[in-house]
């Protein structure tokens, strides 16, 4: 997937999300008979409410603690070099004590920005797979991620409670009951279409923030390894997925489930029997996981992130194309 398709990709997407807050504007005029600016600020209003909130609450959940100076001087140092190189204010740097691996980034803006590290990803991940799981966070904040899906999330969440209350709603005649119960049906409806939206733009950030890393450090292995390293570790954790799932650069879940799925079909893979999946046979698996669904799976339209298989072949495809010079122009343009 080039860049150019996953731009156009996303600006389709961010077209059709916000195209319906005007329908949403529009059923909550017609109905409580409100004026256009009134109605306006208030799906405004949600949308600050969840921007101004999303960093306390993370802070809090979490229990992430923030670096003092000279606490991890390769983090700090590698954090700061990255960012500088990527053309972006230095982060805040925190670490979470949790020992699976994952990292995420939150803030209300790229200049009051957190980046967050896991104390699985640090105490087990090469210098070199951190260094491309920073990249991968940093193209985050890059690109306004946090600012836009915040945005984003808040048009199916305002649709729903229209949705609730149309509902819910009670018409003094027949005829104003059958338009409430008609406008809540179609505000469902909106509801839907738009959660599955915000769910696509997720996955399509997530596969930007993937080549951002790619080209930044030029070394699109490293973050391959990480991916892979990840998803694994994750699988092995017996803790439930928070809520949080969405932020991280791997999904709890998700990654017990692609983990499951190569173990059940384990006995395919090992084409030596040998009972081990080796780089080869593990690349083999990847790549049937990957294409065995044209539409990826149906599990897929539902999740925060792409599957760990197609991201690592787009990874894969990108060091190929590095590898033989091509893209150049377009590293500059995307960096």
Known sequence: MSLAVLRRNMIITMILIFGTVFVIVSLFTYIFDLGVIITVFLVLLVVLAQWLLSPTIIKASTRLQYLKTGENAFLESAVSSMAQKAGIPTPKVAVVPDKTPNAFVFGTSASSATLAVHEGLLRNFRPEEIEAVIAHELGHIKHKDMMIMTAASAVPLVAYVLARGFFWTRGSRRKDAASLLAVAVLSYVVYFVS???????????????????????????????????????????????????????????????????????????????????????LELAIQKEAKRSPFGGANDLFSTHPSTFKRLLLLKKIEEELGRGQFKGDIYRFI
Do not use: C, M, W
């Open 195 to 281: 959660e599955l939206l915000v769910l696509y733009l997720s996955r399509s950030r997530e596969y930007f923030a993937d080549t951002y890393s790619a080209y930044l450090t030029s070394e699109p292995h490293n973050l391959r390894s990480a991916l892979t390293k990840i998803a694994y570790g994750l699988s092995l954790s017996q803790k439930e997925s928070s809520g949080l799932r969405a932020f991280y650069i791997g999904d709890p879940q998700e990654s017990k489930d692609e983990i499951q799925t190569i173990i059940r079909r384990k006995v395919e893979y090992d084409l030596d029997r040998d009972g081990i999946l080796d780089e080869h046979e």
